[in-house]
T-cell receptor, first 111, second 116 residues
Framework: SQQGEEDPQALSIQEGENATMNCSYK?????LQWYRQNSGRGLVHLIL?????REKHSGRLRVTLDTSKKSSSLLITASRAADTASYFC???????????FGGGTRVLVKP | NAGVMQNPRHLVRRRGQEARLRCSPM?????VYWYRQLPEEGLKFMVY????????ESGMPKERFSAEFPKEGPSILRIQQVVRGDSAAYFC??????????????FGSGTRLTVV
């Protein structure tokens, strides 16, 4: 099974609404990262939150991390049609040497 | 400053042929990671290489798959005797440091392999 599991698998919202997606993981981590993938393209790094951090902001993105529940959330505020993409969480285990990805959340923002 | 370059973007192979996928990391990056993505799924780790060394190949299938990152030139992911199940998008990422996972990766645009 995967280290990270995103929820929901798919999300459809209107432009201007907020989009929230969650990620759960199984083992202790060093950090957790969120990536975006537009259809047919590579992944783009969005934000990284370390295990000793609880919340982080970057523009319209807000990430939270709850290590006691082994979960993270990504909030996109005031969504735009251009935010339509798949979003993946990825974790680095403590003393790990690679990223492990979840299955992703497909977000559709309707104009 | 070119990003991570992968070629070809699309590759079609008949069953039994060989597929060679290339990845040129960003300038100054000596650490390369290969991932495979099946349709509608997340990325699965395959192999982590540093120049001339395989560091972690725990995600590589035991047969038909190999990877290298020579002193000069791109990293190569080689799939021998391809089967339909090898059809996927293959992504490479690079980092300038061994603790690159702790800072995030730069990904290439991927190679989409179709086996017919």
């Amino acid at each position: 099974s995967q280290q990270g599991e995103e929820d929901p698998q798919a999300l459809s919202i209107q432009e201007g609404e907020n989009a929230t997606m969650n990620c759960s993981y199984k083992t202790s981590i060093n950090n957790l990262q969120w990536y975006r993938q537009n259809s047919g393209r590579g992944l783009v790094h969005l934000i990284l939150i370390r295990s000793n951090e609880r919340e982080k902001h970057s523009g319209r993105l807000r990430v939270t991390l709850d290590t006691s529940k082994k979960s993270s959330s990504l909030l996109i505020t005031a969504s735009r049609a251009a935010d339509t993409a798949s979003y993946f969480c990825a974790t680095v285990k403590a003393a790990g040497n690679k990223l492990t990805f979840g299955g992703g959340t497909r977000v559709l923002v309707k104009p | 400053n070119a990003g991570v370059m992968q070629n070809p973007r699309h590759l079609v192979r008949r069953r039994g042929q060989e597929a060679r996928l290339r990845c040129s990391p960003m300038k100054g990056h000596s650490h390369v990671y290969w991932y495979r993505q099946l349709p509608e799924e997340g990325l699965k780790f395959m192999v982590y290489l540093q120049k001339e060394n395989i560091i972690d190949e725990s995600g590589m299938p035991k047969e038909r798959f190999s990877a290298e990152f020579p002193k000069e030139g791109p990293s190569i992911l080689r799939i021998q005797q391809v089967v339909r199940g090898d059809s996927a998008a293959y992504f490479c990422a690079s980092s300038p440091r061994s603790d690159g996972p702790n800072y995030g990766y730069t990904f290439g645009s991927g190679t989409r392999l179709t086996v017919v």
